[in-house]
């Protein structure tokens, strides 16, 4: 059974950072591609950022410059590291994760980001 858990979201004045965490078991984490979704009220869930085992990382327009994905295979952990916050970066963030063998799709239940003075 897979399962991804999200963490490390918050309240969080403009210009700050937060550092999410989304911890996976259940599948084989260092073949897996991970990725990090956002959804804010009344919008559809957007792509924030890959990362590939195979491949360089890559961004949303959007965050690019600010936020850095990365994972660390021995915990299993998969993490967002966000700078330079904007009020528009309010949302809930999900963790996504593809299982190299089967290709399903597994989703976290997210974690809510507030960027607000």
């Known amino acids: 059974q897979v399962q991804l858990v999200e963490g490390g979201g918050g309240l969080v004045q403009p210009g700050g950072s937060l550092r999410l965490f989304c911890t996976a078991s259940?599948?084989?984490?260092?073949?897996?591609?991970m990725r990090w979704y956002r959804q804010s009220p009344g919008h559809a869930r957007e792509w924030v950022a890959t990362?590939?085992?195979?491949?360089?990382?890559t961004y949303a327009d959007a965050v690019k410059g600010r936020f850095t994905i990365s994972r660390d295979n021995a915990r299993g952990t998969l993490y967002l590291q966000m700078f330079s916050l904007k009020p528009e970066d309010t949302a809930v963030y999900y963790c996504?994760?593809?299982?190299?063998?089967?290709?399903?799709?597994?989703w976290g239940q997210g974690t809510q980001v507030t960027v607000s003075s």
């Open positions: 259940g599948i084989a984490f260092r073949d897996a591609d």
């Open positions: 990362e590939s085992p195979k491949r360089a990382s």
């Open positions: 996504n994760a593809v299982d190299p063998f089967s290709r399903q799709e597994y």
